[in-house]
């Protein structure tokens, strides 16, 4: 936490808001829309739960195919089942780890010649940095497919200058509690046209008609966010630029000391954009650094560090068996030697210290110490 969300909390309590609305919902969307420069937005009780909405309103339903990011968390893809549609995966480009422009240019356009173009893209932007939006949105608008931005692991982050989020039809946030702020479990639908928020909104909660009696015409969610978690949110927006400069600093800490180690490479910063570093990934090449991703992992893991291997791509995934996949030999790859290291907000020096030793020890040595660029 960052000190302003026990005050706002208390506030919430002695305005009795303590609902699934109130007016720290009402202030915690204002301001999270005036971060992002997007003019509308939906506080929810999670991300998935944006998702799911965002695919609802662009007329998402079943048997609609929807492209999507092959390498990230399974709620991206999930939410598309939700609508009974059919995700079709789409390869990362190894300079950004984002879905490659081209590759999705090629699909849109073979599919399109096919009669039988996607009903909508979403596009993650992975581990905090930005996909690249100008071939995608280039692409997409040629054939008239909207296209939903999954920034839930971004916020805070830039391309060309511009904040993450407001790049597609709709954007989505997270505020769980690993993402760069949180509410303990919540998220944000966002977009440039009122009338799909002002909808998102009311299907969130029971899709109630205005009629003084309860009258349903349509099937809704309860998917609105608790004023109580609002008032944690607007807390935490406060402190978003310290989390970010505290994850980059993390990420800087891990290149000086790992950066010029034969064999490990970072995640590339594309030159586009600013990234939040949500986590520090990495990708090893086990020939060169003369250890494997899990060897590094179970090292890090036998001294009480807990480290992840990068997603495991969805067209991996048991549950997304027979789903087609554009490509996936890239996202195969990074998740093969790709490895996550500790990224909270709140590392000391001493703990990033204890990484890097840890990590240095393992690389190939030429008898003198770990083998350098
Ligand atoms: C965390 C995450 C989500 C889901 O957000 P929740 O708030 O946990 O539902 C969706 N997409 C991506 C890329 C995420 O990292």
Not at 233 to 252: H, I, S
Not at 298 to 306: G, K, R
């Amino acid at each position: 936490m960052g000190g302003d969300e026990a005050d706002l909390v208390r506030e919430a309590f002695e305005s009795n808001w303590i609902a699934p609305l109130g007016p720290q919902v009402d202030a915690f969307e204002a301001e999270f829309a005036d971060v992002i420069g997007v003019p509308h937005s939906a506080a929810l009780s999670s991300g998935t739960a944006a998702l799911h909405l965002a695919l609802l309103m662009l007329g998402v339903g079943p048997g609609d195919e929807v492209l999507c990011s092959d390498l990230t968390f399974a709620a991206t893809a999930f939410a598309i089942t939700y609508v009974g549609a059919v995700p079709v995966f789409v390869d990362s480009d190894p300079n950004t780890w984002n879905m490659d422009p081209a590759l999705l240019a090629e699909e849109l356009e073979t599919a399109t010649r096919r009669g039988r173009a996607p009903k909508a893209v979403i596009v993650v932007d992975l581990y905090g940095q930005s996909a690249d939006w100008d071939p995608i949105l280039e692409a997409c608008g040629r054939y008239g497919v909207p296209v939903i931005e999954d920034a839930a692991e971004a916020l805070g982050a830039t391309y060309k200058g511009r904040p993450v989020g407001g790049f597609g039809r709709l954007g989505v946030f997270s505020f769980n509690g690993n993402k760069i702020i949180t509410t303990s479990g919540g998220g944000m639908l966002v977009s440039h046209e009122l009338g799909l928020v002002e909808r998102a909104r009311s299907l969130a909660t029971q899709a109630r008609d205005p009629a003084p009696h309860y009258e349903h015409s349509e099937i809704g969610y309860n998917y609105r966010m608790s004023n109580l978690l609002a008032a944690v949110g607007r807390g935490q927006l406060r402190v978003l630029v310290e989390r970010v400069t505290a994850r980059r600093r993390n990420f800087e800490a891990y290149r000086e000391g790992l950066g010029n180690l034969l064999g490990l490479k970072f995640m590339p910063e594309a030159g586009y954009g600013r990234g939040n570093r949500w986590l520090t990934c990495l990708a090893i090449d086990p020939d060169r650094f003369g250890a494997t991703r899990e060897d590094v992992r179970l090292a890090l893991e036998a001294d009480d560090i807990e480290a992840r291997p990068v997603w495991k791509p969805m067209h991996m995934q048991p549950v997304f068996a027979g789903c087609r996949v554009v490509g996936g030999k890239v996202s195969g790859g990074l998740f093969e030697k790709g490895l996550c290291l500790p990224s909270g907000s709140n590392l000391a020096r001493e703990d990033l210290e204890r990484v890097i030793n840890l990590v240095q020890g393992i690389a190939k040595t030429d008898g003198k110490g770990p083998i350098r660029l």
